[in-house]
């Protein structure tokens, strides 16, 4: 499964539609077997959402986040877990148990 995560720094991002980064894990077996970060264009509900669907994302954590964004990522077929706060090995951590 292919888990997206808006993060800044090591933190998840405050708000989704102002994040430059996304972490993009790949868990198997509840346990993360590989990471990478990609640039995320804020401001640009269509290309954060391209982003995701190419990276192959299935998962989005993110913090707060518009509605017209969630609704693109929902429309796209991504699950959301919006409101999310903390460090982002803890969450991801947390989402695989």
Known sequence: MRIGVTVWGNII??????????????????RIVHQERMRLYPGS????VE???QAGVQVLICGAISEVPANMIEGAGIRLIP?????????LAAYAQ
């Open 13 to 30: 991002s405050p708000v989704f539609d102002a994040a430059n980064t996304l972490l993009v894990a790949d868990m198997n077996a509840g």
């Open 45 to 48: 509900p269509a290309h954060q």
């Open 51 to 53: 982003t995701l669907r």
């Open 83 to 91: 409101f999310i706060t903390g460090q982002v090995d803890a969450v």
